[in-house]
């Protein structure tokens, strides 16, 4: 069952009972190999690296999510970010938003580099700033939007045109927002990346990266690159995305709602320097969010007033209900240090020009009692005062 409506998507969108037993959900196919009648003869599946039941069962629910054709899963996001690579040859270049995941960042630099992939990191708040770095050489644009960690906001549908004169795909890194806020190829992305460990899978309990397209032959190279090199996601991570994606968009609404309200909270307290949040209306790219999104999403980014390490280290250490760790997109309030654990492979000065600074603090804003948050977040900074 397919709706226009998301909420029904979520739940129906590319799943239908189990024919052999009517289960509502997709079984756990927990095996490695199908049996086959004769040499060649099967029943659409041979093993569990090219084709696996739970994982065709996800991968259809993030098709239909993102308003796509095709989906496909991996081991981690990072996975799915290296699928994209790998449809490039030596020679080619790659234009990125300067304020990007670290493990992205890495991936690109201290892998592919010196593969002979040359990248040009840029903000994306100005187009022309961006066409100007096209090339004849130019095959992919990569965007974040919005951005990790600095929550800038990227025009999806005009980084689309330059692509498009370019000859060139664009991938968009849908994380933050989810398919629920954000929908990117109904604005002209070729390929929507997301790190389904995240918000997708929403209960921090497994690791699985997403890409969804809409062009058929472009699917066919991601598909064989995904049985090529292997970096699928196991059956069992494949049903907890599955379950994680049927309550996205009632979690996303609450997430939205707790987030609005400390981002107002924290932009008053004495010891905050700053706050960066799209529903602000003078963040930079608040119209264009307001544009292209559902909601301003669930992450706040904010400085203490000294912008020093010392007392980020010290505000975040002493939270209560925030959980100081990696990741975001939890059911689960966390907390991050960027400069020292999301961002640290990136070098200090490129890192602190994008605005990733020793002050910066990373709020994944989770879905507890907003009181409860507000006033950890209180007891916290005051520590400052």
């Known amino acids: 069952m397919d709706s226009e409506h998301f909420g029904t998507r979520a739940i129906h969108g590319g799943q239908h009972p189990d024919p052999s037993t009517g289960a509502v959900m997709p079984p756990i196919y927990q095996t490695s190999t199908y049996a086959q009648s004769a040499p060649g003869v099967h029943q659409g599946y041979e093993y569990s690296r090219t084709q ?12 239909s999510i993102e308003g796509g054709t095709h989906g496909l899963a991996f081991g981690s996001g990072l996975a799915a970010v290296d699928a994209c690579m790998k449809l490039l040859a030596p020679g080619d270049e790659v234009i990125s938003t300067n304020d990007l995941y670290g493990g992205t960042y890495r991936q690109f630099v201290k892998v592919y580099e010196k593969y002979g992939l040359k990248f040009h990191f840029t903000p994306m708040g100005s187009v022309e700033a961006v066409r100007a770095l096209v090339t004849p050489k130019t095959k992919m644009i990569w965007v974040e939007t919005p951005t990790n960690p600095m929550l800038n906001i990227v025009d999806i549908a005009a980084m689309s045109r330059i692509a498009k004169e370019a000859g060139a795909w664009l991938v968009v890194d849908n994380t933050f927002a989810t ?89 008053g307290h004495p010891a905050v320097g700053s706050v960066v949040y799209p529903g602000f209306e003078d963040h930079p790219g608040h119209a264009i969010a307001r544009a292209q999104m559902r909601g301003f999403g669930g992450m706040i980014s904010f400085r203490v007033k000294s912008d020093s390490f010392a007392d980020a280290s010290k505000v975040v250490s002493a939270m209560k209900v925030f959980t100081l760790a990696e990741s975001l997109g939890g059911v689960e309030s966390l907390s991050g240090h960027p400069a020292s654990m999301t961002h640290a492979s990136i070098p200090k000065e490129q890192r602190e020009a994008s605005g990733v600074t020793d002050g910066l603090i990373r709020l994944s804003v989770g879905i507890e009692d907003v009181r409860d948050l507000k006033a950890d977040l209180d007891a916290a900074l005051s520590l400052l005062l």
């Open 179 to 267: 398919p629920y806020l954000q929908q990117p190829i109904s604005l002209g992305a070729d390929i929507v990346l997301h790190s389904a460990t995240k918000y997708l899978g929403g209960h921090s309990d497994l690791v699985l990266g997403a890409l969804v397209v809409h062009e058929a032959s472009l699917a066919e190279k991601l598909y064989f690159i995904q049985n090529a090199t292997g970096a699928v996601c196991g059956p069992m991570d494949s049903f907890l995305a599955l379950r994680g994606i049927k309550t996205l968009h009632v979690r996303m609404d609450r997430h939205m709602e707790n987030a609005a309200e400390l981002a107002d909270f924290l932009k």
């Open 52 to 63: 696996n039941p739970t994982r065709h069962a996800l991968e259809r629910a993030l098709a």
